[in-house]
Nanobody, 122 residues
Framework: VQLQASGGGLVQPGGSLRLSCTAS????????VAWFRQAPGKEREAVSCITPGNGRVLYGDAGRGRLTITRDNTKNTIYLQIDPLNFEDTAVYYC????????????????WGQGTLVTVSS
């Protein structure tokens, strides 16, 4: 039972990335899946969440119009598209699964991927 986050990298401001969260050993289609991020020296914060019924939640105003979370059950994967990227998006991005619903607190999620680093730099 494992979550694998991938797709991070070094990108210039204004660029885009699509992060992937792929599950092995279980099916994601019955889970709430959230993306969190942790910037250097800051606490982990919720970014976005998607429910089994494809209900979507975006946390905070900074990502509005730039972040899109989607689900592909055929690939057992959740995606987070960030377009355009800005300096404040630099962080390690984590995906996590939960059962109760979309909540912006880490305690609500019990299975975490290892994180993928996004660095926005010119």
């Amino acid at each position: 039972v494992q979550l694998q986050a991938s797709g991070g990298g070094l990108v210039q401001p204004g660029g885009s990335l699509r992060l992937s969260c792929t599950a092995s050993g279980f099916a994601l289609d019955s889970y709430v899946v959230a993306w969190f991020r942790q910037a250097p020296g800051k606490e982990r914060e919720a970014v976005s969440c998607i429910t089994p019924g494809n209900g979507r939640v975006l946390y905070g105003d900074a990502g509005r119009g730039r972040l899109t979370i989607t689900r592909d059950n055929t690939k057992n994967t959740i995606y987070l598209q960030i377009d355009p990227l800005n300096f404040e998006d630099t962080a390690v991005y984590y995906c996590a699964t939960g059962r109760r619903g979309c909540y912006p607190t880490v305690e609500e999620y019990d299975n975490w991927g290892q994180g993928t680093l996004v660095t926005v730099s010119s």
